[in-house]
């Protein structure tokens, strides 16, 4: 009996189970006001703390996670690149949304260190009608519609692994990336896919930030986040699609009807001038359609706003006639 006694304690005190605590603490770089999807998204699947940050330096390393919406592209230097380097060999995880700058990746030593050795883009046109996750740990079972059109495709080599590539006619489109350094775990996505919970939840695990066995069921008809999708057919005549979609309250009041506010979809011209208001009205949680005929309107490069809530998005389309 006393043998027993004292295996179990030495089992008591020796073995540690990987337990998800939910108590990291996540740093937001966000200098283009950017992560509204993401944060709606994080929210639903962690009750880790969020902070947000207006520069990149040292104080990173205070953080568990980096999430850094750089954007468009947001020019690293040398010393964020080099803050950056440190808060990796750290064994630190960073999710990066950015759109990559030929210029950028030859001059800061932070992309040849995650393993990117050359990036390019081809001018080449195609619509992108979904997203699909390669047969992976990471990425296994993902399907995201994005369908957007790009004016270019984005070409990267190195040493980085494609998690995510889009189908777009006979092209495949690479989306987002992990490194192929094992010591280090940094995601490039080059598409925004982070505001969609599912491959966020991908994310998360891939990162040790939630537990996998606590996946969530997403087979179901609940709306977790706004989205506003790219247009399609994009350059289009006579008419286009126009899809978006309204969250479920997190807390919706007892017997209440889960109306998710006032919404608007307005189109405007290049010089910002509004041409239609296309939506007006209170909506449900759910995904709608809306079709846009502008058949009394020049060909050109149009754009469509939604707002809702405190959720703001704006795309841009190419009529042809």
């Given at each position: 009996?006393?043998?027993?006694?004292?295996?179990?304690?030495?089992?008591?005190?020796?073995?540690?189970?990987?337990?998800?605590?939910?108590?990291?603490?996540?740093?937001?770089?966000?200098p283009y006001g950017v992560s509204a999807g993401f944060q709606s998204s994080f929210s639903i699947l962690s009750d880790d703390s969020v902070f947000i940050a207006d520069t990149i330096d040292n104080a990173i390393n205070?953080?568990?996670?980096?999430?850094?919406?750089?954007?468009?592209?947001y020019e690293l230097d040398q010393e964020e690149g080099n803050y950056l380097i440190e808060y990796l060999q750290?064994?630190?995880?960073?999710?990066?949304?950015?759109?990559?700058?030929?210029?950028?990746?030859?001059?800061?030593?932070?992309?040849?260190?995650?393993?990117?050795?050359f990036y390019a883009e081809a001018t080449l046109t195609v619509p992108v009608d979904s997203v699909f996750?390669?047969?992976?740990?990471?990425?296994?079972?993902?399907?995201i519609d994005t369908s957007f059109w790009s004016p270019g495709i984005p070409f990267v080599?190195?040493?980085?692994?494609?998690?995510?590539?889009?189908?777009?006619?006979?092209?495949?489109?690479?989306?987002?990336?992990?490194?192929?350094?094992?010591?280090i775990k940094?995601?490039?996505?080059?598409?925004?896919?982070i505001h969609h919970i599912e491959f966020l939840e991908n994310v998360l695990i891939?990162?040790?930030?939630?537990?996998?066995?606590?996946?969530?069921?997403?087979?179901?008809?609940?709306?977790?986040?706004?989205?506003?999708?790219?247009?399609?057919?994009?350059?289009?005549?006579?008419?286009?699609?126009?899809k978006y979609q309204i969250p479920q309250h997190q807390n919706p009041l007892p017997g209440g009807d889960n109306r998710g506010g006032l919404v608007t979809l307005k189109v405007y011209d290049v010089l910002g001038n509004e041409i239609i208001t296309l939506v007006n009205e209170e909506k449900q949680s759910g995904e709608y359609e809306v079709d846009f005929d502008p058949s009394e309107l020049s060909s050109g490069i149009y754009?469509?706003?939604?707002?809702?809530?405190?959720?703001?998005s704006t795309k841009k389309m190419v009529y042809l006639k």
């Amino acid at each position: 009996m006393k043998i027993i006694f004292t295996l179990l304690l030495l089992i008591y005190f020796f073995y540690t189970p990987e337990i998800y605590t939910q108590k990291q603490s996540i740093l937001i770089f966000d200098p283009y006001g950017v992560s509204a999807g993401f944060q709606s998204s994080f929210s639903i699947l962690s009750d880790d703390s969020v902070f947000i940050a207006d520069t990149i330096d040292n104080a990173i390393n205070n953080y568990d996670a980096l999430f850094l919406f750089l954007g468009n592209p947001y020019e690293l230097d040398q010393e964020e690149g080099n803050y950056l380097i440190e808060y990796l060999q750290n064994q630190k995880p960073i999710y990066l949304y950015t759109e990559l700058g030929l210029a950028q990746t030859d001059s800061v030593d932070f992309w040849k260190f995650i393993g990117l050795d050359f990036y390019a883009e081809a001018t080449l046109t195609v619509p992108v009608d979904s997203v699909f996750g390669i047969e992976s740990e990471f990425t296994n079972g993902v399907i995201i519609d994005t369908s957007f059109w790009s004016p270019g495709i984005p070409f990267v080599q190195g040493n980085l692994t494609s998690v995510l590539v889009g189908k777009g006619g006979s092209f495949d489109i690479d989306v987002a990336y992990i490194s192929g350094i094992d010591s280090i775990k940094i995601i490039v996505d080059q598409y925004f896919q982070i505001h969609h919970i599912e491959f966020l939840e991908n994310v998360l695990i891939y990162f040790g930030l939630m537990d996998p066995n606590s996946i969530t069921d997403f087979n179901n008809s609940t709306v977790y986040d706004f989205n506003l999708s790219q247009n399609y057919p994009n350059p289009f005549n006579p008419s286009t699609k126009i899809k978006y979609q309204i969250p479920q309250h997190q807390n919706p009041l007892p017997g209440g009807d889960n109306r998710g506010g006032l919404v608007t979809l307005k189109v405007y011209d290049v010089l910002g001038n509004e041409i239609i208001t296309l939506v007006n009205e209170e909506k449900q949680s759910g995904e709608y359609e809306v079709d846009f005929d502008p058949s009394e309107l020049s060909s050109g490069i149009y754009y469509y706003k939604l707002q809702a809530a405190n959720f703001t998005s704006t795309k841009k389309m190419v009529y042809l006639k």
